[in-house]
């Protein structure tokens, strides 16, 4: 046995010994396989009519005729019917077959027209052509291009040998065939290793691809990987996005007074559990900084959902009420939204990531900073956006840093029967989270 890449494979057929491999690499060359059958057919046919040059040599006049109607009507029309046959389905996904029929076919009538005369060794040594083709044509399948080869010498030798008497010309020609068989064998063996061997690195650049893809997902939302594996700047201008942060209150003074490692598995957990109900409503997670959360809705093509930005905020919040901090007390978030055109791309060759900017972005995050615990803060843009749906807590004048005094509203919850789509079995997911493990 040997072993290319990670499949095991039989050092003599060259098959792949899991089923599965072996049917996976099957149809990854049925094409090939195909277009191979007929290419090999229509070659046949056309070197087979170029005989008659030869045939005029090798024949007297009066054998002529039927050599002349046994090649160029029956075979070719044997041929030709093969060549068809390879339209029908069934056929197709059987190629190899084809070409196996062709060429014991061949063999058949080639042997014959030698009975019609005693013809010259040498006119009879062309039959090891059809050996040749085997291993060139017969794609995928070792054995058979193997048994094709053998049974399409002895074919030849069969029907020739029955005509004429075992001399020295006889041996030498079963020689021939033997020794065609044998370099064809070597032939066949290390075209269909060559095969079998780009499919399987073919198979590992896909799955090294794929490796390359998944790592781009996990730090870039799914339509910017793709962009970028185009070869694509990123650089984009969003004329309505929603934008979210979410901050744990307090924190900080807690990760003093722990383990870097604790607290590194704790906001992990937390941040897991964000990653969840972010994903639910529908929001792409654009990163976090520190122990801060930041994502966004409408960077694909669609207009940022302001309610689902809200809602979004609000199961946070309602997440975190059952929460722990490491030093044992409930965990308590601000949570700031607001909408409205921003910039977004990615910068630099290395640790990059899909990032926003502009007035946007520094608003919620201001939003964030003014919420109360507990709370989601958003402006009045955003507010009249969605008011239909929540209820309100107008706030005093907020002064908010580069923006001045800025009317603000608390999000107290759902009208009640205005639930949203995304928000109806928030409660349900929430339980279902695994809470973060004790420290």
């Not at 003599?12 to 195909?34: H, K, M, P, V």
């Not at 990531?353 to 803060?377: H, I, K």
């Not at 107008?394 to 005094?405: F, H, L, Q, S």
């Amino acid at each position: 046995m040997s072993t290319s890449a990670s499949y095991r494979q039989s050092s003599l057929s060259l098959r792949f010994l899991d089923r599965a491999d072996e049917s996976a690499y099957q149809t990854s060359i049925d094409g090939s396989r195909l277009r191979m059958c007929r290419v090999g057919v229509v070659a046949g046919i056309i070197l087979h009519s170029l005989y008659y040059v030869f045939d005029r040599l090798a024949f007297s006049a009066d054998a002529l005729l039927q050599v002349v109607i046994l090649r160029e009507v029956v075979t070719n029309l044997f041929l030709l019917a093969l060549l068809a046959s390879t339209w029908i389905s069934r056929v197709a996904r059987r190629s190899n077959l084809v070409v196996m029929a062709g060429i014991l076919g061949f063999a058949v009538f080639f042997g014959g027209i030698n009975t019609l005369e005693s013809t010259p060794y040498i006119y009879v040594a062309n039959g090891t052509l059809l050996i040749i083709y085997g291993y060139m044509f017969i794609i995928g399948d070792f054995r058979l291009a193997v048994f094709t080869g053998a049974a399409a010498a002895v074919i030849l030798v069969a029907i020739v040998g029955s005509a004429r008497p075992f001399d020295v010309g006889f041996t030498l020609l079963c020689l021939l065939m033997l020794s065609t068989n044998l370099f064809g064998m070597f032939f066949g063996y290390v075209l269909e290793a060559l095969r079998r061997r780009d499919y399987l690195n073919a198979r590992s650049l896909a799955a090294e691809r794929a490796r390359y893809r998944d790592l781009l997902t996990r730090v870039l939302p799914e339509p910017v990987a793709d962009r970028l594996n185009r070869g694509e700047s990123i650089a984009d201008l969003h004329n309505h996005v929603v934008v979210l942060f979410a901050d744990i209150v307090g924190f900080t003074p807690v990760a003093a007074r722990h383990a870097p490692a604790e607290i590194v598995r704790w906001l992990n957990d937390l941040f897991e559990e964000f990653d969840h109900i972010i994903e639910r409503h529908g929001l792409e997670k654009m990163k976090t900084i520190g122990d801060a959360y930041m994502a966004a809705h409408g960077l694909h093509g669609d207009a940022g959902d302001c309610a689902r930005c809200v809602d979004a905020g609000l199961a946070l919040v309602r997440l975190t009420e059952a929460r722990f901090m490491p030093d044992g007390a409930k965990v308590r978030i601000r949570v700031g939204v607001h909408a409205g055109p921003a910039l977004a791309g990615i910068i630099g060759q290395k640790r990059f990531q899909y990032d926003l900017w502009g007035d946007t972005v520094n608003v919620a995050s201001r939003m964030e900073a003014a919420s109360r615990p507990g709370a989601v803060l958003v402006t009045t843009d955003v507010r009249d956006l969605v008011q239909s749906s929540f209820d309100f807590e107008e706030c005093p004048a907020t002064p908010i840093k580069g923006k001045g005094e800025m009317s603000t509203w608390i999000v107290r919850g759902r009208k009640p029967g205005r639930a949203g789509a995304s928000s109806m079995s928030d409660d349900a997911m929430i339980d279902a989270l695994p809470a973060p493990s004790a420290l």
